[in-house]
């Protein structure tokens, strides 16, 4: 059974840095961004690695890992939300003490993704796939990035939806700051190989981004099998992923492990975020992976959906019950915290 965290309005809202923290030049951004949270009523506390980065990590890992740890032991907290992504999470996860959660939100995305996936399958508590707390500085936020609010507070037992966004953002203009952050100017497509005008995939959502989940592949933190018997009684996963660095070929090579692995043998399908990464290699492009890994598992495939480092997008609850619906290129999260 999936445990759903609960979150209420004016709750505690930590700010942890388990992968990168804020360097001092952009300590700016932080401040906004927990003022923005404060003026909504949120009580706000920032750990110390919040405020710092050295070589690619906000702190060392004990470090970071002592900090988690005592937020995410802590009942008072609900909500644990860090800045943003980085690099090097990977160096703590045997680090967290899994058996002294008590539950609780975790909300981000890329390097957090990592965090999200493990804890998740660790100990069957829901976590979401959403926005970083840096981007929600602004003094106005799109109607998709704001959701992630209204998705944590829905209670055990109940339903929310999400809509497609109407435009995402291309490219980031930092030296074009605006007062929603992000620039969305490019027309929202969600896509699909199948050949129907309307489809629906269910399942459990389980995701994330794909360059740092795939480490996991073949580890006591990737052991899908046993959180599909235990915690899904066996209940179908609908893969969310998306990309941030990788180029074609090394998606190919990560969707064959995890093929190997047993990841998909009793999935629903699988769905993709849009990605300005998907680097052609030697002619093999985005739309020829999709194909192979289609005919490699037999699954339907979504992509250019509203997930991951091309904003806006929606927040995917990890363990959620889930169906997602692609139609004439417009698209419908819903989630049940069932």
């Known amino acids: 059974m999936i445990t759903y965290p609960e979150f209420h309005k004016n709750g505690r809202i930590c700010i942890?840095?388990?992968?990168?923290?804020?360097?001092?030049?952009?300590?700016?951004?932080l401040r906004q961004a927990i003022q923005k949270m404060q003026n909504k009523g949120y009580a706000i506390q920032a750990g110390e690695t919040s405020w710092t980065q050295k070589k690619a990590k906000s702190a060392e890992a004990k470090k970071r890992a002592h900090e988690l740890n005592t937020m995410l032991n802590d009942p008072s907290i609900?909500?644990?939300?860090?800045?943003?992504?980085?690099?090097?999470?990977?160096?703590?996860?045997?680090?967290?003490?899994?058996?002294?959660?008590?539950?609780?939100?975790?909300?981000?995305?890329?390097?957090?993704?990592?965090?999200?996936?493990?804890?998740?399958?660790?100990?069957?508590?829901?976590?979401?796939?959403?926005?970083?707390?840096?981007?929600l500085r602004g003094t106005l936020t799109d109607d998709v990035t704001a959701k992630w609010e209204e998705v944590l507070l829905t209670k055990r037992g109940e339903r929310i939806d999400q809509v497609?966004?109407?435009?995402?953002?291309?490219?980031?203009?930092?030296?074009?700051?605006?007062p929603a952050v992000f620039h969305l100017t490019e027309k929202t497509?969600?896509?699909?190989?199948?050949?129907?005008?309307?489809?629906?995939?269910?399942?459990?959502?389980?995701?994330?981004?794909?360059?740092?989940?795939?480490?996991?592949?073949?580890?006591?933190?990737?052991?899908?099998?046993?959180?599909q018997n235990n915690d899904l009684k066996n209940e179908r996963i609908l893969w969310y992923f998306e990309n941030c660095e990788m180029t074609t070929t090394d998606l190919r090579r990560t969707f064959i492990q995890m093929k190997l692995a047993g990841w998909f043998e009793h999935a629903a399908?699988?769905?993709?975020?849009?990605?300005?990464?998907?680097?052609?290699?030697?002619?093999?492009?985005?739309?020829?992976?999709?194909?192979?890994?289609?005919?490699?598992?037999?699954?339907?495939i979504f992509y250019d959906v509203d997930c991951g480092h091309v904003p806006p997008q929606m927040t995917f609850v990890n363990g959620a019950k889930a169906e997602i619906t692609i139609k004439n290129g417009k698209g419908k999260l819903s989630q049940s915290f069932v």
């Open 164 to 178: 497609s966004s109407q435009h995402y953002q291309k490219s980031w203009q930092h030296e074009n700051p605006s």
């Open 16 to 29: 942890t840095a388990p992968s990168s923290g804020v360097p001092e030049s952009m300590h700016q951004l």
């Open 269 to 300: 399908g699988i769905v993709f975020g849009r990605s300005s990464a998907n680097e052609t290699v030697d002619g093999y492009r985005i739309e020829d992976f999709y194909k192979d890994l289609k005919e490699d598992v037999s699954l339907p």
């Open 78 to 135: 609900q909500l644990i939300f860090p800045p943003w992504g980085g690099e090097l999470l990977l160096e703590i996860i045997d680090l967290i003490d899994y058996e002294s959660i008590k539950p609780k939100w975790i909300l981000g995305y890329s390097d957090i993704s990592l965090l999200l996936f493990v804890i998740t399958l660790k100990t069957g508590m829901a976590t979401a796939h959403g926005t970083n707390l840096i981007d």
């Open 189 to 227: 497509e969600w896509k699909t190989l199948e050949e129907h005008e309307e489809l629906t995939l269910k399942g459990r959502l389980l995701g994330g981004c794909i360059d740092v989940i795939r480490h996991v592949i073949g580890t006591p933190y990737g052991d899908i099998r046993s959180f």
